[in-house]
Each structure stands twice: as C-alpha cells, then as structure tokens.
C-alpha cells in the first residue's frame, strides 16, 4: 500500500487479481482474515507513477484541474455556479 493517507500504508499484500471495475483500474488482495478486498491500483505500487507526480517531486500536490474541480465543487455547496463569479456588466444608462 503506497497511498500517503491510507491506514494500511507500507503494508504489503499479495495480487489476487487485476480488473478495470467501475472506470477505474483496481487491484484485488486477500485481507487477513482471507476476505478479498479491492482497491484503486494507483493506491499500490502495482500502479506505475504519475509523471505529474514523478515531476513535481513532492512540490505539488494537486494539479489544476483537481483544483478547479474543487473549487467547483465548494461553490456548489455555497449555492453558487462555479468557482469563479461573473460580474454583471453596467447597463448604458448607468455609464451616461
């Protein structure tokens, strides 16, 4: 397990099985009580790095697009529709 956040971090697992389920590469592993559990593959190391994460060498960590997505995501909550507010323009008549 190679995710920096995920409690069974550093711990190894032997592969069971490799699948794309639900748009999504996953890894399958027997747990130790012989459950077969599954996973995001690019939480392992069975998944191969991620240039922008091999680039940014631990400078950076998240990218643009995850950002915007969040920033999307908070102005939805807020009651907004993006995470960037348009300014109503002036009519003529208040620019007279």
């Known amino acids: 397990m190679t995710h920096p956040f995920h409690p069974l971090r550093g711990r190894q697992y032997e592969l069971v099985d490799r699948r794309r389920t639900w748009g999504e590469d996953r890894v399958y592993y027997q ?3 012989g459950e077969v559990r599954r996973l995001p593959a ?4 069975a998944a191969t790095a991620d240039p922008f994460v091999v680039v940014s060498a631990g400078r950076a960590h998240f990218r643009i697009v995850e950002l915007l ?3 999307t995501l908070i102005a939805r909550h ?8 348009k300014v109503a323009s002036r ?6």
Request: hydrophobic share 20%; no cysteine.
């Open 31 to 33: 747990d130790r009580d």
């Open 42 to 45: 690019s939480w392992t190391s």
């Open 69 to 71: 997505e969040l920033a």
């Open 78 to 85: 807020k009651g907004t529709r993006g995470p960037i507010k």
């Open 91 to 96: 009519s003529k008549a208040s620019r007279k």
